[in-house]
């Protein structure tokens, strides 16, 4: 099983595309999504952007979860609960931006702090969709674990706080990391729905 995991082809890290296909990369974009297990809860079409609801990452003792995309990250959930949470974004190329094959010796980006307010929907010319997804894992506050068996592990009870606001639940979920493997899995989960239709 895990020679399968990490023999598993990467996908891209970036898909181009033109904004005649704009549409359709959207929606191909939503459908991988939701073959995931995370389902979209905004979805701007305008801005080009698609967040998911996070979806609680499988583990090798369950199957019907999700699966990990690698054989590392697929451990990591066994040990501990983790979720993960996806961000689709279409971003319009500018014209000075390098496309694969051109060959200059300046390299710009697109310009993500300025704030375009472009109507993607109506917009024309090159575009390029990526990927983020976060890792988040449950931290329980208190936990003393035992050195020898998990029967000998406990929680330490904490006292409220004289103001209210001051509290800070027993379980809460703290940002990790970023799963770039997934980020490239769905990306060639989107160029291969695009390419069966």
Request: hydrophobic share 40%.
């Amino acid at each position: 099983m895990v020679a399968s995991c990490s023999s598993k082809v990467i996908g891209p890290e970036v898909v181009t595309l033109d904004s005649k296909e704009y549409a359709q990369v959207f929606d191909a974009a939503i459908a991988t999504a939701n073959a995931d297990g995370m389902h979209p809860v905004l979805v701007d079409r305008r801005g080009g952007i698609i967040t998911t609801d996070p979806a609680v990452a499988g583990s090798f003792l369950e199957p019907w979860k999700p699966h990990p995309s690698t054989a590392r990250q697929g451990l990591e959930n066994t040990l501990a609960q983790q979720r993960r949470t996806a961000r689709f974004e279409f971003v319009p190329l500018p014209s000075g931006v390098v496309q694969p094959g051109n060959a200059t010796n300046e390299l710009r980006g697109p310009d993500l702090l300025s704030s375009t307010g472009i109507d993607l929907t109506t917009y024309e010319g090159p575009m390029e969709l990526r990927v983020w997804v976060y890792v988040d894992r449950i931290y329980t506050q208190g936990v003393r674990r035992g050195t020898w068996s998990l029967r000998q592990e406990s929680k330490t009870t904490i006292l409220p706080a004289e103001q209210p606001w001051e509290q800070v639940p027993a379980t809460f979920w703290v940002p990790v990391t970023r799963d770039v493997a997934r980020e490239r899995d769905l990306l060639a989960n989107v160029k291969s729905r695009l390419s069966a239709h």
